[in-house]
């Protein structure tokens, strides 16, 4: 992995070729969520998102033994102005969820062991999501009286539907790897030990294909939930037109056709 070199996020956020890479947690802190990671992490998507970075997918990923054990409650219990403090980090790790939208770049996540808290919150925004047979995912806001944040109560009905989203965060239920596997939040269960190395060759996949296509997928797949039928087929109408006439269009057709690989750039 080379560091990245462009301010504020020297030293936090690395970059592996294409793919811009975020450990999401603080190993110091008990792999509680890293918040300076997370406003490095946000201005480099930002950047990502104006075109002034060169990223074609976001690895998130854990510093220690777990993804993201939450937020660091510690701190919580110390803050001199709690409302105030939980206001600061719930805006600061929502700048974050916000860049990753707004950059419109694939994001893998590494789930090793537990994500819970906001760190499950980052889980249920990627779009192949790796674990291993000890990944466990828990709300864990409901055990110390707080409510969601980081988008969870938004995505979690999306991604698991409405009555199972709310038994788990109505219960503080554990959800295991199978059951994450099965319910459609992790994409693929490796060897515990694998979980990192896994993600890190997806998403180098992910960025040495046709970057334009998999954006207007992925695009059209955030899109679906909130579009009729008859919009989204239109959508999906003028996203392949669209594509037929680009570069890797051009470049995928007449590879086929000529039946050999195609060179993506």
């Known amino acids: 992995m080379t560091a990245n070199t462009d301010s504020p996020s020297e030293g936090l956020v690395t970059q592996d070729g294409h793919v811009l890479i975020v450990p999401v947690s603080d190993p110091a802190a008990g792999t509680a969520m890293a918040r300076n990671t997370i406003l490095a992490a946000a201005a480099a998507l930002q950047a990502v998102g104006r075109g002034q970075r060169d990223a074609r997918v976001l690895l998130l990923v854990g510093h220690g033994a777990n993804f993201c054990a939450g937020g660091n409650v510690r701190a919580f219990a110390t803050a001199d102005d709690r409302p105030a403090y939980l206001r600061g980090l719930a805006d600061d790790a929502h700048s974050f969820v916000r860049a990753i939208y707004e950059a419109d770049i694939p994001v893998v996540v590494a789930a090793k062991k537990w994500a819970a808290g906001i760190g499950m919150s980052f889980v249920l925004h990627g779009d192949i999501v790796i674990g291993g047979p000890s990944t466990k995912l828990q709300p864990a806001y409901g055990g110390i009286g707080l409510s969601p944040d980081g988008g969870m109560s938004w995505a979690l009905p999306r991604t698991i539907g409405a009555a199972r989203a709310r038994n788990v965060i109505l219960t503080n239920r554990v959800i ?90």
Not at 206 to 226: C, D, E, K, M, W
């Open 176 to 265: 295991t790897a199978d059951e994450a596997l099965d319910w459609g939040i992790v994409s693929e269960i490796v060897d515990d030990d694998q979980v990192d190395v896994v993600a890190l060759e997806r998403a180098h996949a992910l960025a040495a294909g046709p970057v334009n296509a998999i954006r207007a997928a992925r695009t059209l797949l955030s899109a679906s939930a909130g579009n009729s039928l008859d919009d989204h087929l239109i959508a999906e109408a003028r996203s392949i037109s669209e594509l037929s006439g680009q570069p890797e269009g051009i470049e995928g057709v007449d590879a086929f056709v000529g039946k050999r690989k195609p060179n993506w750039g």
